[in-house]
């Protein structure tokens, strides 16, 4: 019999192809992998973790082969659960979730459904899963241009293209980062990927600086800590990988920000409040913030022009740049959900009016969601809806994984293992291959039908 491994890998859209060789989030089904471990790891990890429970007791450094057993496999499985919580448990993912609900649910042969005319629900979501990340065409690489030294940023708006290859009225927002010469070395659009990468990111290596803890203050835990965060800086300054590192480089730049657990810091809170904004928040905004004080000219500009029209199409990275630009370049260690929530309000969304619209669209989606068609988004969703509510209490930039519903994860040997799981975990024990057979045969007729449209 084919496994469930097997049939994930043929089945995959590689959405996130530059960054999925150790772990993976599937976008069509929702199943989180770990295909660079096996279940041989979670046994060597669980008798390394009962020498952790005594260094908490003793307070006696660990060592460093039993942090690196335990942060190895934990940081990147925290990265994938944050792909899964961010498309599961957050407004941004609710509408992922109901428009895949709405696809898999006009599946003529399934349901016996004959109303064409709402066929559309599947090309929608089609369109909306590959909307996720960018075409190559919008990022350009200067290869020969020296990448070394201190970077700088520029912004840039362009258009989008439309399927027949028209210009189209939707703006496209780019960072142009340039070397110390100021010669350009990437153009790299932020898309939605940008941010689930960005958010995703945030949740491994501010992890692996917390378990890093467990060495102690010694000249080991020295020693890790700066070997660690060179490796995030030859990451950030990757040219290859900007479209999954540009937030948290732009966070960097805006803010000025040198040190690695505070640009990551400051990237989880954006991301996520990014990720929350309720689509009458946008409407808000096109319509009530001053452009022209948040970027401080006295007539409209094309470039204001365009950031308007992203707001109003309520494109996310639009709105991460104006969230940034209305922080006024505050200190790193003031960025918080405070000064994040006056930044809604120079952008002219108050307190009051943002939970009013998040209340609302959270009871929309909740009455959608609830009473799908589809047997397996429902229980998803019903989990996700618990996160949210957690995860919106939760006055953290860390996720405390073991407080939310989060489903086994599947690993390189076919194995399931839930070793992030707490007590409440209402997807503990949740069927792998039923969610994968209830979806996937789902994304099956979005193929098919996809294919007709011409």
């Keep these: 019999m084919e496994s469930l491994l097997s049939k994930l890998r043929k089945s995959r859209k590689n959405i996130l192809a530059k960054n999925n060789v150790i772990g993976n989030y599937d976008f069509h089904t929702t199943i989180v992998t770990l295909e660079s471990f096996e279940n041989k790891h979670i046994i060597e990890l669980d008798k390394n973790i009962n020498i952790l429970k005594e260094h908490q007791n003793t307070g006696v450094p660990v060592p460093l082969v039993v942090y690196e057993s335990i942060s190895n496999i934990t940081v990147y499985a925290c990265h994938e659960y944050t792909h899964f919580l961010d498309c599961t448990s957050t407004l941004w993912g609710f509408r992922y979730l109901e428009l895949m609900s709405q696809a898999y649910s006009v599946d003529n042969k399934r349901f016996d459904f004959n109303t064409e005319e709402y066929f559309y629900f599947a090309k929608e979501f089609h369109d909306f899963i590959r909307s996720i990340k960018l075409p190559n065409y919008y990022t350009e690489i200067h290869e020969s241009n020296d990448a070394k ?140 913030c001053d452009f022209l004080k948040l970027f401080n000219v006295t007539k409209e500009q094309e470039h204001i022009v365009r950031i308007k029209r992203g707001i109003k199409y309520r494109d996310l990275g639009i709105l991460f740049y104006v969230i940034c630009r209305a922080l006024k370049k505050i200190n790193a260690d003031e960025i918080s959900l405070e000064t994040i929530s006056d930044a809604f309000c120079e952008l002219g969304v108050n307190p009051k009016e943002l939970n009013d619209f998040i209340t609302l669209e959270i009871e929309t989606v909740s009455n959608s969601l609830t009473f799908s ?57 949740v069927d792998l291959n039923s969610i994968f057979e209830d979806l996937h045969q789902g994304q099956r007729w979005v193929d098919r039908f996809t294919d007709a449209c011409m």
């Design 149 to 288: 030294g201190k970077w700088l940023v520029q912004q840039t708006l362009g258009h989008r293209f439309s399927s027949s290859g028209h210009i189209t009225e939707i703006p496209i927002l780019f960072m142009t980062f340039l070397n110390e010469n100021e010669l350009p070395l990437v153009r790299s659009p932020i898309s939605i990927l940008s941010l689930l990468e960005c958010s995703a990111m945030s949740q491994e290596i501010l992890h692996k600086i917390s378990l890093m803890s467990m060495l102690c203050n010694t000249d080991v835990f020295k020693v890790e800590f700066q070997r660690y965060n060179d490796e995030m800086k030859k990451y950030l300054f990757n040219k290859n990988m900007t479209e999954y590192s540009v937030c948290a480089h732009f966070i960097s730049l805006w803010f000025n920000i040198q040190d690695i657990e505070q640009i990551f810091q400051a990237s989880s809170l954006l991301s996520r409040a990014v990720l929350n904004t309720p689509i009458d928040a946008f409407d808000s905004i096109y319509t009530k």
């Design 373 to 429: 068609q589809i047997p397996s988004i429902k229980i998803i969703a019903l989990a996700g809806l618990d996160n949210f509510k957690i995860l919106d209490k939760a006055n953290s930039s860390l996720i405390d994984f073991e407080k939310l519903n989060i489903p086994p994860i599947l690993l390189g040997d076919s194995e399931e293992t839930n070793f992030l799981s707490g007590p409440n975990n209402s997807l503990c024990n």
